[in-house]
């Protein structure tokens, strides 16, 4: 689950998420769920969490709400365990492991840095973002989640980080091998819009790559003159393609956008709890010539 305000806005402005009634969620349709999908049950008998995954708004031009656990989960994949490789000569690397002088944030001290690898303090929500700012890109991060003898019993408290371009348009960072959440929170989703194409994620422990591409929004007098779309391959599986946003992405809830700078920093996500001790290593982005 995530917060409603990734780190850009308090720099642009203040994001104003249209309001919504939710819908109460149906007591049966809720026991036939659980019924049908009894590792589910667990979860959804916390109200809470039921209300989240069965009530949200609607999205616009879908049969869906924004975080349904209706949603058709994605098919998985299997995609081995390579995944590391040099960065392109004309990429500008962002971490190699050895320092973090590209990168800044209001939590700093919470991530640390050891052998190479940077990882999550998991205790407060906050973001790592770079110091400069992107606009087109083609971006390369790689990840792990972290080995979970016990699992938490909310799905999306497995190793929960996300990529946010511009710090507000967020690719889901989460454990899902093997296991289901609503398909639009899942690892490779675009957050609360759209669900990955398949599920190509490896088990946790195992390093994953993120090869992004992303054309921000352009604006016009304040309106969208074009939204924003991102292409994602996940572990060498096209998960995103040229996917359009609805804007930017908030939690249980429609995004929508509201104008901001061409260029942006690009942020990681500490999501903060004490499930979510997420690893990176090799990040670097290309920015790109838009046409």
Known sequence: MKSTVPFALAAICCLAVPAFAQD????????????????????????????????????PNSNWRADDIR???????????????????????????????????????????KDGVLTTGARVYNFLQTKQSYGDVQVHVEWKTPLQPKPPLNPQYRGNSGVFLMGLYELQILDSYKTQTYPDG?????????????????????????????????FSGGAVAAPARMTV??????????????????????????????????????????DSHVSFRNIWVRRLNPG
């Open 71 to 113: 949603r058709p989960q994605p098919v998985p994949v299997e995609t081995g365990k390579a995944c590391s490789a040099p960065p392109p000569a004309d990429a500008e690397v962002l971490f190699d492991g050895k320092n973090l002088d590209k990168w800044t944030g209001d939590h700093f001290s919470e991530w640390t840095l």
């Open 186 to 218: 899942a690892a490779g989703a675009i957050y609360s819009q759209s669900p990955p194409l398949v599920n190509a994620s490896r088990p946790a422990g195992v390093w994953q790559c993120y090869d992004i591409v992303f054309h921000p929004p352009h």
């Open 233 to 274: 391959i996940h572990n060498g599986v096209l998960v995103q393609d040229n996917t359009v946003l609805i804007g930017a992405t908030v939690h249980n809830a429609v995004g929508h956008y509201e104008p901001h700078p061409a260029e942006l920093p690009l942020g990681l996500q500490d999501h903060g709890n004490p």
């Open 24 to 59: 109460a969620v149906d007591p049966a349709e809720l026991q036939h769920i659980m019924a049908q999908h009894p590792d589910w049950a667990p979860w959804l008998a916390d109200p809470e969490l039921a209300k989240l995954t069965l009530a949200g708004p609607k999205m």
